[in-house]
């Protein structure tokens, strides 16, 4: 007897649920793509959101918690992705939908296990020592998605210059969000800011979120919110060389999350008080805007990628 699969179709409605549960941002800015892009940027995020829950014990992002079993779970993550990349169907929608994508796209193996390479960091009950470690943890968890998203929308996998513009952006937005959960992770005792920056701000390791030190955190918060302007911008440049549909989607995303950062930088000590969110009309304000600059790409500047920037490993 012939076993029965899940249609394509079933597979992208899953991921899309997920994606509308997941990230209202993000969801917003896929229906900006052509329907065939759209639906795989959902199956792409489905993989990436189902590997962060099981990771880290949530449900669609939300709830985080220590888990104890972290290696175990790093291990079903790594079991179920390679059954995917095998070409089989794995049983569990997200798995499935990578399965998909991947195929469809002819994804480079190496962003999956970038990714994967990510929640292990985590696993590992990893902190950051330097600004460098801290940019190499962005890379394992959003920058080598920035790269699948590329993918996804058509850019060359050997494409270089425009997968780096592609990185920087999934850096910006890791950035943006390491800045907003500063205290969510302390809940969860983790910690994305590194050593060296608590040393300088003469701030014990696992202190930072007392009162005392709210303003030096303070400092750091804005510190995180200029390196994500600073590659949000050099992620713009690279929208030109994406279609029109595409770039909008992208700085739409651009819009939305750097605005995120640029909220957690202007309330200052009160930055964590309450989770920074981005409204329905916000949202619909950044997508307009991202309309006319999407239109208006062809005349953004030929600048070179700043070399100050952290780049990817190659």
Not at 84 to 97: I, Q, R, S, T, Y
Not at 143 to 166: N, S
Not at 213 to 242: C, D, M, N, W, Y
Request: proline share 5%; charged share 25%.
């Amino acid at each position: 007897m012939t076993a029965t699969h899940p249609s394509r179709a079933a597979i992208v409605a899953t991921a899309q649920e997920s994606i509308a549960r997941g990230s209202k941002s993000f969801s917003a800015a896929s229906r900006l793509f052509d329907r065939r892009t759209r639906e795989r940027a959902w199956l792409l995020y489905a993989w990436c959101r189902a590997c962060d829950d099981l990771a880290d014990g949530q449900d669609h992002g939300h709830g985080m918690v220590r888990v104890d079993d972290a290696p175990q779970r790093l291990a079903l993550i790594r079991t179920l992705t390679d059954r995917a990349l095998a070409g089989e169907w794995v049983g569990v929608p997200a798995f499935d939908a990578l399965r998909i994508v991947c195929e469809e796209t002819h994804m480079p193996r190496r962003f999956v296990d970038d990714v994967i390479a990510g929640f292990a960091l985590d696993a590992d009950d990893w902190r950051p020592r330097s600004t460098h470690d801290l940019m190499q943890y962005c890379y394992h968890v959003a920058g080598a998605v920035g790269c699948m998203m590329a993918v996804v929308m058509g850019v060359d996998p050997q494409d270089d210059a425009t997968l780096d513009r592609a990185c920087d952006l999934g850096l910006a937005f890791q950035l943006a969000n390491i800045a907003r959960d500063i205290e969510e992770d302390d809940r969860a005792a983790r910690c994305y800011l590194p050593e060296e920056w608590l040393v300088e701000m003469d701030m014990p390791p696992g202190q930072h979120m007392k009162p005392p030190f709210r303003p030096r955190l303070t400092v750091l918060a804005h510190r995180l919110a200029e390196l994500a302007a600073a590659h949000e911008e050099s992620a713009r440049i690279g929208t030109k060389q994406l279609a029109f549909r595409p770039a909008w989607a992208v700085l739409s995303a651009a819009g939305i999350y750097g605005d995120i950062a640029r909220k957690v930088a202007k309330r200052g000590d009160h930055a964590w008080d309450h989770r920074v969110t981005t409204s329905k009309a916000e949202k619909a304000g950044f997508i307009l805007r991202a309309f006319a600059h999407a239109s208006g790409r062809a005349r953004l500047p030929d600048t070179p990628r700043s070399p100050e920037l952290w780049t990817r490993p190659r």
